[in-house]
Structure formats: structure tokens, C-alpha cells
């Protein structure tokens, strides 16, 4: 839901980093979380829409995502 956080950010960043440290290659993991953060960060769902899928552009265009991660990230 838009401006509405259902964990706290603590708890988010940590899950974050390390499903970024698992699953996208290191090259890469930086560009990943600046739009990771743009998506989470957003507040229309146009927005949530356009960046969701600006990260799955990413992920197919750049190789970003190791092959055992491709499901999970879709998550």
C-alpha cells in the first residue's frame, strides 16, 4: 500500500542486503539498490508500477540476477 510501511526499516535494510548479496551478481548490486530504493520509496502506484518494472528490465538486460535466483527475486 502506498505510505504505508508494514516493517519497520531496520528490519527491511538487513533483508534487503542480503537477499542483494545472494542473488544479484557484485557488479551490479549497487545500481540494484538505487532502484530498489527508488521502488520502495515511491508514492503513487504509477510510480510502484513504472519501477517495478524498470528493475525486472535490469535484471533481464544486464544479467543481473544469478540463474537460482530467478524466482525468488520476483518475490
Given at each position: ?71 525468488k527475486l520476483g518475490n
Amino acid at each position: 500500500m502506498v505510505e504505508k510501511e508494514h516493517t519497520c526499516l531496520f528490519h527491511w535494510i538487513q533483508s534487503f542486503n542480503r537477499h542483494t548479496k545472494h542473488m544479484i551478481k557484485p557488479r551490479l548490486e549497487d545500481q540494484h539498490k538505487v532502484l530498489y530504493f527508488d521502488y520502495k520509496n515511491s508514492k503513487s502506484l504509477d510510480k510502484v508500477d513504472v519501477s517495478y518494472a524498470t528493475i525486472h528490465c535490469c535484471w533481464l538486460l544486464s544479467g543481473a540476477k544469478f540463474e537460482f535466483a530467478i524466482h525468488k527475486l520476483g518475490n
